[in-house]
């Protein structure tokens, strides 16, 4: 029955194409023998997963300092890691937090859209694309545990979870703000959030690239809780432990329903969805607006 359900995306072209060729250089993650419940843990440079509870579930930690920007190596070591626990029948279930400081993610790596060519650019947003469908389509029980910033792609990820927890500090702000960077939100990144939180609340969270604090978050339904700092993740594996509750197949046949639909506006147009971003993305006039809003992250700085 699970088989049946398993709605495996195209990805073999990504991780042929990009992890194949990158694997060395990468570290590709390696499993090995770890912790006396005979759970599994497996690290890659910028991806380090542990077993959670009852070797049942993996507390996936991103760990590209400084802000786990998704460069197209992260990306590509994130969706190694994750195809490894799709395929691992001990895991159900998956927690994605992150090993930075005070950040979830700061989205996507602005160095990849900025100053970098037309086949970059299709190559980047080729894994974005493909990050998005493996994590929407999951048949794990993904958890967000979000311990700080969440801007835009970073937003992205989290929406793709079946629950989101966030940290109650003011730095935990999430939203889709691309507006603020002169940019626009793909289609299928609003599809997300509208799927979320509504059609109203969408058009104006996205027409203003609002970064909801947790209390705002909370109320707009971004988020599912809103917990202390410290309580992130054992808040997590707790709502974890009731998802799990549920038969999978059943949970999993659900989740198939009430997302394939919205997966599938994607797969049925990747192709024109690159080269829509590509020729966007190459406009002198959104080059410009990278470039300014990359000076403004340094000068923050100074
Ligand atoms: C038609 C439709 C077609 C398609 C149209 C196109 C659609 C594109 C969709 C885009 C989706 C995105 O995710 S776009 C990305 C949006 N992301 C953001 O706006 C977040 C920007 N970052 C921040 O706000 C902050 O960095 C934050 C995350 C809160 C952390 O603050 P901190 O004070 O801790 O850290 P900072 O000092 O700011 O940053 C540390 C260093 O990391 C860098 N940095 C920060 N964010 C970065 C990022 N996203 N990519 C690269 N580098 C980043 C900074 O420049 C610094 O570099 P050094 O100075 O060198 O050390």
């Known amino acids: 029955m699970a088989l049946a359900v398993r709605m495996r995306v195209p990805c073999r072209a990504l991780l042929c194409a990009g992890a194949q060729l990158r694997g060395a250089a990468l570290g590709r993650p390696e499993w090995a023998a770890g912790g006396g419940d005979g759970a599994r843990r497996f690290a890659s440079l910028r991806v380090l997963v542990e077993p959670g509870a009852e070797g049942r579930v993996a507390v996936m930690k991103l760990k590209n300092p400084p802000v786990n920007s998704l460069s197209l190596d992260f990306l590509t070591e994130f969706l190694i890691s994750l195809e490894k626990l799709e395929n691992d029948k001990a895991f159900r279930g998956v927690v994605i937090t992150s090993d930075c400081p005070n950040v979830f993610s700061a989205g996507l790596d602005l160095r990849e859209m900025y100053g970098r060519n037309p086949g970059h650019y299709a190559e980047y947003w080729k894994a974005v694309q493909e990050l998005w469908l493996r994590l929407y389509l999951s048949n794990l029980v993904l958890v967000a545990a979000i311990n700080g910033s969440c801007p835009a792609g970073g937003c992205l990820m989290a929406l793709t979870s079946d629950v989101r927890i966030l940290s109650d500090s003011p730095k935990s702000v999430i ?10 939100a793909p289609f299928w990144f609003k599809d997300t959030l509208v799927n979320t939180i ?99 992250l340094k000068q923050k700085k100074g």
Not at 175 to 184: A, K, Q, S, Y
Not at 243 to 269: E, F, N, V
Request: aromatic fraction near 4%.
């Open 175 to 184: 939203g889709l703000n691309e507006t603020l960077l002169g940019i626009v």
């Open 198 to 296: 509504g059609h109203r609340a969408s058009e104006r969270a996205l027409q203003l690239g609002l970064l909801f604090p947790p209390a705002e978050a909370l109320q707009v339904g971004l988020v599912d809780h809103v917990v202390p700092e410290d309580q992130v993740q054992s808040m997590a594996l707790s709502v974890m432990a009731h998802w799990l509750a549920i038969p999978d197949h059943a949970r999993q046949l659900t989740k198939a329903m009430m997302r394939k639909a919205t997966a599938d506006r994607l797969i049925k147009q990747r192709e024109a969805d690159i080269q829509n971003f590509v020729s966007f993305i190459s406009r002198d006039s959104i080059q410009k607006s990278l470039q300014i809003y990359l000076e403004k």
